[in-house]
Nanobody, 124 residues
Framework: QVQLVESGGGLVQAGGSLRLSCSASGRSFINYAMGWFRQAPGKEREFVSGINWTGTRTRYADSVKGRLTISRDDAKNTVYLQMDKMKPEDTAVYYC?????????????????WGQGTQVTVSS
């Protein structure tokens, strides 16, 4: 099992940048593909971005392509989400997630473990 803790959320103006971090503890971090999801008020949780366990493949939601970048640092057991050119519609609680992939190289669609979330607010 792995425990996930997000940090880095806050208030930013439209057009600005923010970097979220997710620190993992427990079972070896390298065994997991990682992802970021978000949930805005009154909406369902949606996929934002994912990265495979080797860090060689990524996937993004169409709404964030070209603006958000996911990366991982296995030495620090941390996954990041760099958010640039932010928009008010990016406002949401952002959740980190981990998926047990047993060596599979793809970015999964389903995840097994979740963090508690961090609030991101983008003002217009």
């Amino acid at each position: 099992q792995v425990q996930l803790v997000e940090s880095g959320g806050g208030l930013v103006q439209a057009g600005g940048s923010l970097r979220l971090s997710c620190s993992a503890s427990g079972r070896s971090f390298i065994n997991y593909a990682m992802g970021w999801f978000r949930q805005a008020p009154g909406k369902e949780r949606e996929f934002v971005s994912g990265i495979n366990w080797t860090g060689t493949r990524t996937r993004y939601a169409d709404s964030v392509k070209g603006r958000l970048t996911i990366s991982r640092d296995d030495a620090k057991n941390t996954v990041y989400l760099q958010m640039d050119k932010m928009k008010p519609e990016d406002t949401a609680v952002y959740y980190c997630a981990a998926a047990v992939v047993d060596g599979h190289l793809g970015v999964p669609y389903e995840f097994d473990y979740w963090g508690q979330g961090t609030q991101v607010t983008v003002s217009s």
